[in-house]
């Protein structure tokens, strides 16, 4: 840990103008996936893969951040280091779960031995205060995989679902085929195997990529019904593009339904999270009874580390921002979570635009912020454009049934440009959230989600509107954020 610690002093990260304001992102070295979300007397803690080494050296730990209005996040010590026989190749993924006022992280301790052959062992530390994190003393709670299944068997998540403990698994069969594995348990370190998630009535999902990541089971309120419905997300890893969907390296998706034991009964199709060029493996804070939970993700994908962030600061990847999750005929529903509603009108607010590009003097200049747009756009396209320095800008471009993200002139070297199929309604509510380089768009209040690294060129900011016939903007108002 000492080693770690070291790592984080001499950091210079956060002097990186791309360092973001008001999103989760490592004090240095490389974050993956948010882990053990949980909310502890008002303060919300994310924990998230963090390796304080990287590039040099890939060891993961779990990094720990902060925050009591999800907004402003406080970094804190790693919570767990890969320091034990059953985790020394790194700390993998994992969740939280509160039992009689004890927080229990449950992760993956991945080891790979001389030759590269990959043990897992699933592990638990606890927590009284949320600063100093005890390794179970009986770990490896599970220590092998059961028979039938490969090594890959990885990011516990627990529900306390009333009747006990329910432990889901990201896993892979033996004929390399993904999967969910359940365990059961009444007390959180003593766990039995109860099988595999079975999904009756869907055809293909046994064999749907080689290796499913990071399964959450949330349970989700549907805002025109009130019901409750479970939402089953996971990340097949090589499953095939489907039309313009599921294009990244590795997917991310959910399905609606309910669960029952280990059958999953779905209501609908495995349907995208996050349409943008970054996002995997989301996980949420669990809400109480009734409410929306608030999910974090990963604005990053496999592989693709290779980012000015890293190169000139030594700092790669961030969390979105999070998001309060509801359900709308059938479809999730993602909204900012951060109590930082934009609340001041924009000149813009009651104007018809046209062809000539309105810039939108209000934020000139600001790079972290929160634009909520309601537009009319009747038959015409119309553009957003957010420009930096030298012709560094993105482009989101709406026209009659799609949306069209370009990124190509800026200094971010993966993937340029994506055009997505989207009916709209005739009023249709955009939200734009950017912090220096990451930018999240929720279109058509939060139908449609999408995530990206947006690494303009230093030089003044500046975002414009523009459309090929009259737009009428309904309203336009901007929370300054960070
Ligand atoms: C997903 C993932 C998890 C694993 C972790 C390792 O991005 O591959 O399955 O636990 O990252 O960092």
Redesign the pocket.
Known sequence: MAEALAAIDSSRAHLDPDYPRFHVAPPIGRL??PNGLVVVDGTYHAFY?FGPFFPARRL?YWGHASSTDLLQWQTHAPAIAPSSWYDRS?V??GGAVVADGTVWLHY?GNVKDADDRRSSYQCAVTTDDLATFVKHPANPLIPSPPPGYTAHV??PQIIDDGDGYLMLL?AQRADETGCILAYRASSLDSWEFAGELTFPGVDGLDRFGYMW??PNLLRVPDEQTGAIRDVLIF?PQGIDPVGDGFVNIFACGYMVGRLDGTVFHTEGDFIELDRGFEF??PQAFRAPSGEAPVLLG?VGN?SEDDQPSLRDHGWVHVLSIPRTLTLRDGVLRQRPAVDAEPARALALQGTTVGADPVVIDELTGATSYWLTLEVEPEASAWELTLAGGGDSRVALTFRPGEMTVDRSATRYPHGGRRTLALDMPARVRVDLIHDRSVTEVFVDDGRIAFSMRTFLAPGERTLSIAADAGLRVVAARVGLLG
Do not use: F, L, V
Request: aromatic share 16%.
């Open positions: 993956n996936d893969q993961i790194g993998y993924s993956t990885r990011d990201g990541e990071c990340c995997y493996a990963w496999a």
